[in-house]
């Protein structure tokens, strides 16, 4: 099936209308009619080469939701006309320790991931910028009714990067969550902190985007660039998220944690980032990381954002806005995330 879709041509070129093929429906397989991708940080690192060397045309896109147009012989999972959704990954072993526990997102040997990842059958996967994908059935999510279409798009990778860990710690009432920098994630992550019972705090750069945080959830909001904050702050939450991929001093944030507190990286820098153990000492704390989240808690989070009426505040643009969209993605000029209307893929 050849179908229209926007790729990179190459590390350094925008990024340009195109065809690609989609595999033929196997009989576990289902056909999804794409109808919005939203446009993560990752798929920018990911075509320009950031985190290594890719295979070109690339397209990228891992947060994907559209409706199932045909299923496989095989399939139970889903029906024709479903509204479903696929996020960063769309196969894994199935039978090394950690897939077979669930957590198919640590799988030892390498999730396939659902764009510039070798599949299955060798072929390099293409992702959600794309009018339509071909995916096995039980990396296929239920996108619940109640949550608008567009804005669910996100949820398949900025919602589950900040639910898992929110969920895995914890967050709750009765607990204090920082969540550090108020983008596309960070934003997700005040949600959802709030929506679970805990007091969220905001730690940005600056109180810029304060109101919308506020809005949004959360029950204090500090600037990071004011030095009083840190001292303010110091012994304070149980758990930190930080969705910033800029380094920064780990020491002055694992300050912040009260006794048995963690902090949680799901930004990903480049850079290795220093950190003194001593700081992890006091107070017993913890410093650990996060990757996106398994198939079953990815239904979960649908399922939370559904019954909590959450969902990410998005800027839905058409297909030749894409290369726009990227600067400013990078300038952090979005409130929070973009959506492409892949209708517009003509
Ligand atoms: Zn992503
Ligand atoms: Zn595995």
């Known amino acids: 099936m050849i179908v229209n879709a926007y790729a990179a041509p190459s590390a350094t070129e925008p990024l340009v209308p195109t065809t690609i093929e989609r595999r033929d429906v196997g009989p576990k397989d289902v056909l999804i009619e794409i109808k919005y991708a939203g446009i993560c940080h990752s798929d920018i690192h ?13 397209v990228v896109g891992h947060e994907i939701v559209g409706v199932v147009a045909e299923v496989g012989s095989e399939v139970t999972l889903h029906q024709v006309g479903d ?3 696929v996020g960063c990954m769309v196969n894994s072993c199935r039978e090394c320790d950690n897939c077979l526990a669930g957590m198919e997102q640590y799988c030892l040997k390498g999730n396939v991931g659902t764009y510039a990842s070798v599949d299955v059958d060798g072929s390099i996967t293409q992702g959600g910028y794309s009018t339509h994908v071909v995916v096995v ?9 109640s949550i608008p279409f567009d804005a669910a798009a996100p949820l398949l990778c900025a919602g589950i990067t900040t639910y898992s860990p929110l969920a895995h710690w914890n967050a709750g009432p009765g607990k204090k969550v920082a969540v550090v920098g108020m983008g596309g994630l960070g934003h997700m992550a005040v949600k959802i902190a709030h929506a679970m019972g805990a007091e969220v705090t905001v730690l940005s750069q600056s109180l810029r985007k304060q109101d919308d945080g506020l809005k949004l959830g959360a029950d204090h909001y500090y600037a990071t660039s004011d030095a009083d904050t840190f001292k303010q702050l110091a012994n304070t939450f149980d758990l930190i998220i930080n969705t910033v991929s800029a380094p920064l001093d780990l020491d002055a944030y694992l300050r912040l944690l009260r006794l048995d507190g963690t902090l949680v990286n799901v ?30 808690e990815t239904q979960e989070m649908l399922d939370f954002c559904a019954e909590h009426g959450i969902a990410p505040e998005t800027e839905l643009i058409t297909a ?3 290369n726009e969209a990227y600067e400013r993605v990078l ?9 492409i209307d892949t209708a517009s893929l003509v």
Do not use: C
Not at 280 to 289: H, I, K, T
Not at 331 to 339: A, E, G, L, T, W
């Open 267 to 296: 930004g990903a820098p480049a850079e290795a980032l220093p950190l003194h153990v001593f700081t992890l000492f006091g107070n017993r704390r913890s410093f650990a990381g996060s990757g996106i989240g398994s198939i079953g």
């Open 46 to 58: 990911t075509v320009r080469g950031d985190w290594g060397a890719i295979t070109y045309p690339q």
């Open 83 to 85: 509204r479903v959704g």
């Open 137 to 145: 059935e039980d990396f296929v999510l239920r996108v619940p009714e």
């Open 320 to 322: 030749d806005y894409i």
């Open 331 to 339: 300038k952090s000029d979005v409130r929070y995330r973009f959506v």
